[in-house]
């Protein structure tokens, strides 16, 4: 422990050792939780076989430690993440990034302990998750409309279950395959508007309100998505330009749409040898 930190219970690969009766105030969790909480410290390793030990000692001693207080785990189980978010007098944020470093998020980490509470066996694999293949970078939020909707291990229903998710919970979505969102790590829901609302996030285009310049004399812009020279609203000299709203395309060649000083809309070629986009 941290020098005049002082917890409960530490636990390794080896053993689980408690170091004090949890009547005694502990000093590991800062001003706000120190009289509120049990603490537990857990050893850290770059060993997968090691951590895999630890990881599943730890979790059946924070389901005991909850099931001997009468808590449950949505209301008893706080990381130092929570108690820095929530109660404040420490920047910790541990264990979570730890335990993400060997692919368990902490939705998987708060599921096992509810597995170890419900008297289940909890384990995690034997070797790290190998990367998935590529996902859509699909970002939004989803929200879950039924009950017992499965929350799987990969993007496919032949994959097993981490736990069931209910109304009224929500989740970020991280990206999309085959029609099913990640909600982080290896943690996939079926996107069925039955039971999923899914409100995506649409990207900023990086584009959009930047400043486009012409480099060349009488550069010729136009009153519509079009080349034609019927639709020419006027010409630019070099360092001359407009504010950028969108890019299209026009019988297979890039335009910006843009707009002056006057918020008038016009057309101008996207090509990098008549413009600069600042």
């Not at 229903?157 to 009224?168: D, E, F, G, T, W």
């Not at 990086?206 to 519509?224: A, C």
């Amino acid at each position: 422990t941290w020098r005049n930190a002082f917890v409960h219970y530490a636990v390794d690969w080896n053993e689980t050792i408690q170091i004090a009766d949890t009547r005694y105030i502990a000093y590991g969790g800062g001003p706000g939780a120190n009289k509120r909480f049990v603490h537990v410290e857990l050893c850290e390793t770059a060993d997968y076989g090691k951590f895999k030990r630890l990881y599943e000692k730890y979790v059946k001693l924070l389901a005991k430690i909850l099931k001997d207080n009468n808590l449950s785990v949505e209301k008893g189980l706080w990381t130092h993440y929570d108690v820095t978010k929530y109660l404040g007098g420490t920047d910790h944020e541990d264990p979570l990034d730890y335990l993400r470093s060997h692919g368990v998020s902490e939705a998987q980490f708060r599921a096992d302990v509810k597995c170890a509470y419900n008297n289940s066996d909890v384990s995690v694999s034997e070797q790290p998750s190998k990367p998935g293949e590529p996902i859509a970078n699909v970002e939004g939020i989803a929200y879950i409309e039924g009950y017992n909707v499965n929350l799987r291990k990969g993007a496919g229903a032949s994959y097993s279950v981490i736990r069931q998710l209910n109304k009224p919970e929500s989740y970020k979505v991280w990206g999309e395959k085959d029609g099913w969102l990640n909600l982080g790590e290896n943690q996939w829901v079926y996107n069925n508007p039955s039971y999923i609302k899914f409100e995506k996030k649409e990207p900023i285009n990086p584009i959009v309100g930047k400043r486009i310049v012409s480099k060349v004399d009488k550069l010729r812009f136009y009153d519509s998505p079009s080349w034609q020279d019927k639709d020419v609203a006027g010409t630019l000299d070099a360092g001359l330009g407009f504010t950028i709203d969108e890019k299209v395309t026009v019988n297979g060649s890039s335009q910006y749409k843009v707009h002056n000083s006057k918020g008038n809309t016009y057309y101008i070629t996207a090509s990098d040898a008549y413009v600069n986009v600042r």
